[in-house]
């Protein structure tokens, strides 16, 4: 990005010094933290807004006709209401907090999920993350529905044909993820909910590695469903959102019963709390929550696009950088990628080379990603994975180079 | 902290050039071991004379660590009563496991340069698979040959499974 008056360039020290982790050191060396799309780190003001609520708000929401408990009740709505501008929502009684992505797809895959039947199908794609297989295979357990998969390609990206051809007249949902934490693959989620509408199936959109990369906007994206988890977003971990169109929320039935999600409770039977609290039983996650929302309005203050231009010239710059490598292949080589890039080296398994970088203070994630199915296909049974986010810099891609060059000398 | 503790030199041959690697075929037991943090797995297979082991191959993939551990394993134990691998193993597992600043442990020949893995905690299950999938097998063998004296037969499942995690 050239930098304008209008837009100055991006200063990376700056978003670097709001993060206390990365002044840290690991084994004595500068900490390279490449494993954002992991969990992201935290900045100052998130955990300041926690500690400060901690310190001076904390009381049960929705409860106590005392002063403390609107305090937390009224951060807490706060921290919905910035939520619902960042993502686009026409309402905040779409916008329900739940633990992260996995809770949210499992209350949908559980709660909607209960008016399938056997002949209903459920669309996803090779490369979703477990969180969004799993739920889908045990609701067609229960109740006799099938589960079709979109294949991939060997560069890692969809095939848009055979996930138009594989949508049918019984094709009830189609979910599937936004970019690919295991290969980057921005998916063409555009063309994919388009097509599934075309069929009146419904879409659910796990964002989980593209809320903090991108800006989204639900309601110009068209989806039924958008999921994510606030732990890649600079929030806390244990908080996540599940947003739903208020026509659908309101028709299915609630998923965990308890407190907060009623309206009256006898022993002849329950009525239910409006949205978005029918889907929220029992004391939720307050201080996530407004986490989250720091996290959201410090993330402004930079601006997404910003971060994004960012990010994808460390991802250009990374990419080119490790195909000099000796021995390393990339998998996941798609034309649009979000800052993530898998690879493996010839003869090192991706968990001697996961050692090898933390001895050299660079924190990557080698394993299976959760996606089991994309390593089977790539027939490779984990690999390493750096991944940006909008405090990395040059300086890291710098030392995960020299880092990997050293682990091929060990090895040969 | 240096790499060279943990990738010794006899460490990087066996991951490179792993003695007994291979299946036998027939055997006498056998089990698959998996470590699903990592993808580890191999199928390690026996042929037994009595409670010792007369012969021992594996098979599969893994990192550096497991696989050299398995090819160090099976050289260790071939010949070995059951007796003897339970004393080794409980020696191996100490060496492993012990503090980082404990002294380098003695009398396990080539096994000790797998002691490394005391300064990486994450990286213990990859040394210890092999051995418990080894474990698995003559346990297996063992519920096999209980079987067999209470009249019921060989179980029809010829490979144990045992998991790390």
């Known amino acids: 990005m050239t930098p304008t008056a209008s837009a100055p360039a991006y200063d990376v020290a700056k978003v670097r010094s709001q993060f206390p982790v990365l002044a840290t050191t690991v084994r004595g060396k500068r900490l390279a933290f490449l494993d954002t799309a992991a969990s992201a780190q935290r900045p100052l003001t998130v955990i300041e807004a926690v500690d400060h609520y901690e310190r001076t708000s904390h009381a049960n929401v929705h409860r106590g006709v005392y002063q403390l408990s609107q305090k937390a009740t009224d951060a807490f709505e706060g921290a919905r209401e910035i939520l619902r501008r960042f993502i686009g929502a026409a309402s905040s009684r779409e916008l329900i907090f739940t633990r992260g992505t996995t809770e949210s797809i499992n209350l949908v895959a559980q709660s909607w999920g209960r008016r399938l039947g056997p002949g209903d199908e459920i669309l996803i794609t090779w490369m979703e993350h477990h969180a969004n297989i799993v739920p889908w295979q045990m609701l067609c357990e229960r109740t006799g529905a099938t589960l079709k998969v979109a294949p991939i390609d060997r560069r890692g990206e969809l095939d848009l044909e055979a996930f138009r051809a594989l949508l049918t007249p019984r094709t009830r949902i189609a979910s599937f993820i936004q970019i690919s934490n295991a290969l980057g693959t921005v998916l063409p989620v555009r063309e994919m909910i388009a097509a599934a509408k075309a069929v009146g199936a419904l879409t659910l959109v796990d964002g989980a590695q593209a809320i903090s990369h991108q800006r989204i906007d639900v309601q110009s994206l068209g989806c039924d469903f958008y999921v994510f988890s606030g732990h890649k977003l600079y929030g806390p971990t244990g908080i996540g959102v599940l947003w739903g169109r208020e026509a659908l929320l309101r028709e299915m039935p609630p998923w965990q019963g308890g407190g907060d999600m009623i309206r009256t409770v006898s022993f002849s039977g329950s009525t239910w709390n409006d949205l978005p609290w029918k889907f929220e039983a029992g004391t939720p996650h307050i201080s996530g929550a407004i986490g989250l929302g720091a996290a959201v309005d410090w993330l402004e203050t930079i601006g997404i696009d910003a971060v994004q231009a960012h990010e994808q010239s460390l991802l250009t710059q990374a990419t080119a950088a490790l195909r000099e490598i000796p021995g390393l292949r990339l998998i996941g080589e798609a034309a649009d990628k979000g800052p993530v890039i898998s690879f493996v080296m010839d003869g090192v398994h991706p968990h001697d080379l996961g050692t090898i970088l933390d001895a050299e203070g660079v924190a990557v994630r080698a394993g299976h990603h959760c996606a089991m199915p994309v390593m089977a296909f790539f027939d490779v049974p984990a690999t390493a994975r750096a991944s940006f986010g909008c405090y990395s810099d040059e300086a890291d891609i710098a030392q995960l180079v020299a880092a990997l060059r050293h682990a091929h000398e060990v090895f040969n | ?165």
């Open chain 2, 1 to 165: 902290m240096d790499l060279k503790d943990l990738y010794r030199d006899v460490i990087l041959d066996h991951n490179k050039r792993p003695r007994n690697f291979g299946r036998l075929d027939p055997c006498d037991t056998a089990a698959d071991g998996n470590n699903p943090l990592c993808g580890d797995q191999l199928t390690v297979t026996l042929r037994l004379d009595g409670d010792r082991i007369e012969d021992i191959r594996f098979e599969g993939r893994g990192c550096a660590i497991s696989t050299a551990s398995a090819s160090l394993m099976t050289e260790a134990v071939k010949g070995m009563d059951e007796a003897a691998i339970q004393a080794l193993y409980a020696r191996v597992h100490e060496a492993l496991t012990a503090a980082a600043d404990a002294p380098p442990p003695e009398g396990l020949g080539k096994l000790a340069a797998l002691a490394g893995v005391r300064e990486f905690p994450a990286r213990v299950k990859c040394a210890s698979l092999s051995w418990h999938t080894l474990n698995a097998a003559l346990a297996h063998r063992a519920q096999n040959a209980a079987g067999e004296v209470r009249g019921g037969g060989l179980d029809p499942t010829p490979i144990a499974a045992v998991s790390t995690e």
